[in-house]
């Protein structure tokens, strides 16, 4: 496979910095010297400078959860992409679910913090996925296809090669529920399809498309095998060193 395998880390609200900093003492210790596979881990903002510290001479990079579009000024609360980059963060999760679903987050709002992300150099990690009764009224497809579409809106084709698409079904998230390689897979399938019509069929095949959703080490092989499915955005498995770094070299078996 041309892609690079892609297992990032998404802490959400977990960890302080001291916490963040001896979690990232052991995965560097278990991962720390990986080539073959992007590895990533994103703490909280409070977490950013330890972590970064904690990952210098690494080659596990660095993320954050959420962004805001705006450059500085009276957005109480926010956190602008040159505080992010003063830690040498690489990527931003942005449209998560929580945040869709607890601060309200639309796909306009989204495709604005994702704009921002790349033009100040980062690389977004764009959440897509639907509700459990959005699968069972039959909308996976429109939805994901919708919050893609939406996301990367006057996105252009070369900045498109620097955004990863996470595919969480909001019913996996923390639930022990995945969704089958088959099921991952087919909508992996027709996100490429949807990126092959924004930014043509060669950029598609070059962004990265992770599942995420309950993925750990017992059902990573599986899931990752799948042909559209580029790594994965992990949640609770990210939060122990050993979990995370059998991820990673689930991965590199197939790499
Ligand atoms: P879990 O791996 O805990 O299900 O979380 C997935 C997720 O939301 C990652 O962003």
């Not at 252009?156 to 620097?162: G, H, M, T």
Request: hydrophobic fraction near 45%; glycine fraction near 10%.
């Amino acid at each position: 496979m041309s892609r690079r395998y892609f297992i990032a880390g998404n802490w959400k609200m977990n960890k302080t910095a001291a916490e963040a900093k001896a979690l990232i003492a052991e995965i560097n210790a278990l991962v720390g010297a990986e080539t073959a596979v992007d590895v990533a881990v994103c703490p909280t903002f409070t977490a950013l400078d330890a972590a970064s510290q904690a990952l210098k001479g690494s080659n596990v990079k660095l993320g954050a959860q959420n962004m805001y579009f705006e450059k500085s000024g009276a957005f109480t609360g926010e956190i602008s992409a040159d505080m992010l980059k003063e830690f040498g963060t690489e990527y931003v999760i942005l449209g998560h679910s929580e945040r869709r679903e607890y601060f309200k987050e639309c796909d306009c709002l989204i495709n604005k913090k994702v704009k921002a992300v790349l033009a100040n150099g980062m690389k977004p990690i764009l959440c897509v996925g639907e509700t459990l009764e959005q699968r069972e009224g039959g909308k996976t497809i429109d939805v994901v296809s919708e919050q893609t579409v939406g996301g990367l809106k006057d996105v252009s084709k070369e900045d498109a090669e620097k955004v990863v698409v996470a595919y969480e079904p909001v019913w996996a998230i923390g639930t022990g529920k995945t969704a089958t390689p088959e099921m991952a897979q087919e909508v992996h399938a027709e996100i490429r399809k949807v990126l092959a019509k924004l930014f043509g069929a060669d950029t598609a095949e070059k962004i990265q498309i992770l599942y995420g959703g309950s993925m750990k080490p017992e059902n990573a092989d599986a899931l990752l095998k799948e042909k559209d499915i580029d790594g994965g955005l992990i949640g609770g498995a990210a939060l122990k060193a050993d979990s995370f770094a059998a991820l990673v070299k689930s991965a590199k078996k197939l790499a």
